[in-house]
C-alpha cells in the first residue's frame, strides 16, 4: 500500500506574498478612496477650489482658515454639533446601560427585549426622519398631543421653537440608536463571571450594591468603547438633522457637516468646505484623543 | 485510521495565477464594455467616447406628479421620432441635482439637453456652463420670441443672448378652500373669490374662514421651508416696491430696509393677529387646509396636484396685492431647458437637441395640467388652456412674476434663499422684531456678498 506523505511546502515565496496579496485589493480602495481625497481636502483648503469650475483655482494661502476661523456660522454650528453631542451622549451611554441591565435580569422572554430595544436601530434615517416629523408635527402631531393630556394648554412646537428644535432631535435619535449601545452592554454583561456574582452575594452585597460596586466597574472598558464610539457618531451628524428640519428653525440645529454641505455643494465653494471638513476633523480628532488619555490614566490610577 | 493520515492542504495560488486570473477577470470586463459597445452609458463614462449619434441623453429634477407629466411628454417625443434614443434620467430636486449637472458638464460628459430653473441660470451661464443658443438656429425649430412669454424669455437671456428655452412660469400662489370660503360669505355671486387685496381685507378674509374652521384662517409652511418664508418676504417686498436685494451678480447689497421692515411688519402680523400658525412644515401647511383646519393656503402652484389628490373642493389664485406702491409682484421661477456645454459638436448634437426641446413645448398642454403656467404661447392662449380649471385662474400672476435676485449665492434652494428665508421665518414666529429683520437682513446679505465668488 503506497504510503499517502503531505506535500512538501513548495516555496515559501508564495507564503510571503499571500498576505499582502490579500490586502492588496482593500489597500488600493484605501488609498483612492479614502487617502486620495484626504490629500485632496488638505491641498484644496489653500485654494479657492470652485464647484462650478475644474482644476483647483487660485491659490488661496492660508485665507481659507483665517476666514473660517472668523466666521461666526462655523463657530455657531460646531457649538450646536457640540450640544447635540452633549444631548445625545449622556442618554445614550447611562440609559442603554440601564437597560441591558435591566433586560439581563430577564430570564423568560429575555429576546423579547433585546429585539425591542435593538429593533429601531436597524431602520434607515429617513425612515426614522419621517417617523418623527409626523410625531412632532404642529397641530397635528402626536407629541403636541400627548403633551396637552398632561395639562399643557400650548405646547411647544417641537422642530419649530429654536429652544427645543435640538432636545426633539436629540429625543429621536436616542431611541432610534440606543440599540447599538444596548448590544455592546448585553455582551459585556456576559463576560462578568458568575462567580464575582456569588462572592459578592455571600459577603452580603444586596442586588443595588451588586450592579454599583461590582457590575459597572467591570463594563468600564465597554463603557469607554460605548462613549468614544457614541461621541465620534454624534459629531458627525447629518441626517436626522437634515431631514427633519434642515438645519433650522433660524440655523438652531444647523450641524457643521451641513455647514460643509451647504458651502461645498450648495454654494460651491469647495476649497473653503473642505477647510471647514478638515477643522472638523481635528475637532473629533482631539476630542477622541482627549478621551482616550483621560480613560488610560483612570485605568492605571485604579 | 483516518485521522492519521494528513490533509494536503490546498497549494497555494502561484503568483502567476493569480495574475493570469486578474488579466482574464480584466479582460472580461473589457469584453462587457465592449459588448455592450459605445452605446452603454456606463462605458462611454469610462472611455469618453461620445454616445451615439441617435441617443438623447436628457437630465431633469422632477418627481412626483411633475415626473409623471414629463415622462408623458417624452413619451409624445418617442412616439414622433423614432429613429432616436432618448435617455431620460431623473436626479433629486434642488442642489444634488445641479451638483451632478455642473460636474458632469466640468468632466465633458454632459447630457445633451438639462432642465434647470431661471433664477440659476445667470450662475451657471457665468461659470460658462451653458451653450449659448442662436436665434437663427432656435428660429429653424420654430422657437421665436413672439411665441414665448415675455418674462421667462427676458430672463432666459444672458449677456444679451439667450441661454435657454423657458418651458414655463411657477409662481407663488394663493389657494382657498371654496366650501368654506362660502361659508365664510367670501364668494361672490359667480362663486368667485370676493376682492382680498389689501392689507386689511387679506386678513379680514382670513379671520372670516377662521371662523368657518375654529382652527386657522390661513397656512403658509415656516419651519424647514426657508425658501417659502423668501417668496413670501420676496413678494410683499417687491410689491412695496423695494426693488432689488443684491447688484452685481450679488457682489453689492441693495437692500431698502425700510420696504423689508415694512414687508415684515405685515409678514408678523399675519402670525401675530393669529390667522395663520407660526409653525407649520410644508406637509403640515397643505393638510392644513386639506382637513379643513384652514380655508387660505400661500404655496407655490406645484402644490395644486397635491390638493387636488385631497379631493376636496378648492380654487387658486393669485396671490393677493396687499400693497399697491408698486406693480404687482409675486415671487416666481421657471423651468427651462438649457443645453449643457458639451466638449465638441459632434456630442452636442444641436439640432437632435432643439428639436426635442421643441416637441417639449408642444407639449405645454400636458406640462401645465400639472399646475405651471406655460411659457409656449400657443398653449397659453389656447382655449384647451383656458379651460383648465383652476389653473387658468392664477394664470395672470405670471405677469407679475419676480424672479430671485441674481447672485451667485442666489436661486432656486440656494443660500439666499436660506438666509433671507430665516429671517424672515424670525420674525413671522416673533422671535425678532420687524425693524431688527431687516437689518439682520442687510447684515447676513452683506456677510455672503463679501465672499469670493466661485464663478
Not at chain 1, 398631543?145 to 435619535?173: N, Q, R, Y
Not at chain 1, 427633519?244 to 444647523?254: C, F, K, N, V
Not at chain 2, 431633469?60 to 415626473?67: A, S
Request: charge should be positive.
Amino acid at each position: 500500500m503506497a504510503t499517502t506523505t503531505a506535500p512538501t511546502p513548495t516555496s515559501s515565496r508564495g507564503d510571503r506574498w499571500a498576505g499582502p496579496g490579500m490586502l492588496l485589493p482593500f489597500a488600493l480602495f484605501y488609498l483612492v478612496f479614502l487617502v486620495g481625497p484626504l490629500i485632496y481636502t488638505v491641498v484644496a483648503g489653500f485654494f479657492e477650489t470652485s464647484l462650478l469650475k475644474s482644476g483647483l483655482g487660485d491659490f488661496a494661502g492660508l485665507s481659507n482658515y483665517t476666514a473660517v476661523l472668523g466666521d461666526a456660522e462655523f463657530w455657531r454650528t460646531l457649538r450646536n454639533t457640540l450640544w447635540f453631542t452633549v444631548l445625545t451622549t449622556v442618554p445614550l451611554v447611562l440609559l442603554s446601560l440601564a437597560l441591558a441591565l435591566l433586560a439581563d435580569r430577564f430570564v423568560r422572554g429575555r429576546w423579547f427585549f433585546r429585539f425591542a430595544f435593538f429593533a429601531p436601530f436597524v431602520l434607515p434615517s429617513a425612515v426614522v426622519s419621517l417617523l418623527f416629523m409626523f410625531i412632532y408635527a404642529d397641530q397635528l402631531g402626536l407629541a403636541q398631543e400627548a403633551v396637552k393630556w398632561f395639562g399643557v394648554d400650548t405646547p411647544p412646537s417641537w422642530l419649530g421653537d429654536p429652544d427645543w428644535a435640538m432636545i426633539s432631535i436629540a429625543a429621536a435619535t436616542v431611541w432610534w440608536t440606543i440599540g447599538f449601545n444596548f448590544v455592546l452592554y448585553l455582551a459585556g454583561l456576559q463576560d462578568v463571571p458568575r462567580e464575582v456574582h456569588e462572592a459578592a452575594a455571600i459577603d452580603g452585597a444586596g442586588p443595588w450594591q451588586r450592579i454599583r460596586h461590582v457590575v459597572v466597574p467591570m463594563l468600564g472598558r465597554t463603557t469607554t468603547l460605548v462613549t468614544v464610539l457614541q461621541v465620534i457618531a454624534s459629531l458627525k451628524v447629518f441626517d436626522q438633522i437634515y431631514m427633519m428640519t434642515a438645519g433650522g428653525p433660524d440655523g438652531s440645529t444647523r450641524s457643521s457637516l451641513q455647514l460643509i454641505y451647504d458651502t461645498g455643494f450648495v454654494e460651491g465653494r469647495v476649497g473653503y468646505a473642505s477647510t471647514v471638513s478638515l477643522l472638523l476633523f481635528v475637532v473629533i480628532l482631539l476630542v477622541s484623543l482627549v478621551w482616550f488619555a483621560l480613560v488610560r490614566r483612570a485605568e492605571k490610577e485604579s | 485510521m483516518r485521522d492519521r493520515i494528513p490533509t494536503p492542504s490546498p497549494p497555494a495560488p502561484s503568483r502567476r495565477r493569480v495574475l493570469r486570473g486578474g488579466i482574464a477577470l480584466g479582460a472580461a470586463g473589457a469584453a462587457a464594455l465592449t459588448a455592450s459597445g459605445c452605446g452603454s452609458t456606463l462605458a462611454q463614462g469610462f472611455t469618453g467616447g461620445a454616445p451615439s449619434p441617435s441617443r438623447l441623453n436628457f437630465w431633469n429634477p422632477f418627481t412626483g406628479g411633475d415626473g409623471e407629466r414629463m415622462l408623458a411628454m417624452q413619451d409624445a417625443y418617442r412616439a414622433a421620432h423614432r429613429s432616436t434614443e432618448l435617455k431620460s434620467a431623473t436626479f433629486l430636486w434642488g442642489n444634488p441635482y445641479y451638483t451632478k449637472l455642473t460636474l458632469s458638464t466640468l468632466g465633458d460628459r454632459p447630457p445633451q439637453v438639462a432642465v434647470v430653473h431661471l433664477s440659476k441660470l445667470p450662475t451657471l451661464a457665468e461659470a460658462g456652463l451653458l451653450t449659448e443658443l442662436r436665434t437663427d438656429d432656435l428660429a429653424r425649430h420654430g422657437l421665436t420670441e413672439d411665441k414665448f412669454d415675455a418674462r421667462p424669455w427676458r430672463k432666459s437671456q444672458f449677456g444679451g443672448a439667450p441661454h435657454a428655452v423657458p418651458l414655463d412660469t411657477h409662481p407663488f400662489v394663493l389657494f382657498f378652500r371654496t366650501d368654506i370660503a362660502e361659508k365664510a360669505g367670501l364668494l361672490d355671486g359667480q362663486g368667485q373669490l370676493v376682492d382680498v387685496d389689501g392689507p386689511d381685507a387679506f386678513i379680514d378674509a382670513l379671520r372670516a374662514a377662521k371662523e368657518v374652521t375654529g382652527a386657522w384662517g390661513g397656512s403658509i409652511a415656516s419651519v424647514k421651508e426657508a425658501s417659502m418664508q423668501f417668496r413670501l418676504f420676496w413678494s410683499l417686498y417687491r410689491q412695496v416696491g423695494g426693488g432689488d436685494l443684491v447688484a452685481d451678480q450679488g457682489k453689492r447689497v441693495v437692500v431698502d430696509t425700510a420696504a423689508a421692515a415694512e414687508a415684515l411688519a405685515y409678514i408678523r402680523r399675519l402670525s401675530q393677529e393669529k390667522v395663520i400658525p407660526a409653525n407649520t412644515d410644508g406637509k403640515g401647511a397643505i393638510t392644513l387646509l386639506t382637513t379643513g383646519k384652514a380655508g387660505f393656503l400661500m404655496d407655490g402652484v406645484w402644490q395644486a396636484l397635491a390638493v387636488r389628490s385631497a379631493k376636496v373642493k378648492f380654487d387658486m389664485r393669485p396671490l393677493p396685492r396687499i400693497f399697491k406702491d408698486a406693480p404687482y409682484a409675486c415671487a416666481a421661477d421657471s423651468h427651462a431647458l438649457v443645453l449643457p456645454k458639451a466638449p465638441d459638436e459632434k456630442a452636442q448634437r444641436l439640432d437632435l437637441s432643439l428639436g426635442f426641446i421643441a416637441s417639449m413645448l408642444h407639449s405645454s398642454k400636458l406640462w401645465a395640467e400639472g399646475g405651471h403656467v406655460p411659457a409656449w404661447l400657443p398653449t397659453q392662449r389656447s382655449r384647451a388652456y383656458k379651460e383648465l380649471v383652476p389653473q387658468s385662474h392664477y394664470a395672470t400672476a405670471a405677469d407679475g412674476a419676480v424672479y430671485d435676485p441674481a447672485a451667485w449665492y442666489g436661486g432656486a434652494g440656494s443660500t439666499m434663499q436660506n438666509v433671507v428665508g430665516d429671517a424672515v421665518t424670525s420674525v413671522f414666529t416673533g422671535e425678532t422684531s420687524p425693524t431688527a429683520g431687516a437689518a439682520r437682513l442687510r447684515r447676513d446679505l452683506r456677510t455672503l456678498a463679501s465672499r469670493p465668488a466661485p464663478v
